[in-house]
């Protein structure tokens, strides 16, 4: 089973940016679609960005023109650009792989700790 890594997550004011990470422990983003998800307090869990196998990317309408999902050449670390954070975005932040239309419904069995971005105002 492929282990993912989150990290990158912080304290950042509003308008700020951070870069999140997740690490594989194989290359499996070249296979499988990777997407990052987020979850607020009394919130559930929301899509913000998937980037499929081929190249793909679909956002949240709320992280449009703001926020960026990319992966490495050896498709074992996926990334979240995040600029011009609002206190909105405020939520743990995780990631997952797997195919394309289980990435865009955050349908997974298991979910890794996340990391936390708080944004302030």
């Known amino acids: 089973q492929v282990q993912l890594v989150e990290s990158g997550g912080g304290l950042v004011q509003s308008g700020g940016s951070l870069r999140l990470s997740c690490a594989a422990s194989?290359?499996?983003?070249?296979?499988?679609?990777v997407g990052w998800y987020r979850q607020a307090p009394g919130h559930q869990r929301e899509l913000v960005a998937a980037l499929s196998r081929s190249g793909l990317t679909e956002y949240a309408e709320s992280v449009k023109g703001r926020f960026t999902i990319s992966r490495d050449g050896a498709r074992r670390t996926a990334y979240l650009q995040m600029n011009s954070l609002k206190p909105e975005d405020t939520a743990v932040y995780y990631c997952n792989t797997g195919l394309w239309t289980r990435a865009l419904r955050a349908d997974f069995d298991s979910w890794g700790q996340g990391t936390q971005v708080t944004v302030s105002s």
């Open positions: 194989v290359s499996i983003f070249g296979v499988n679609a």
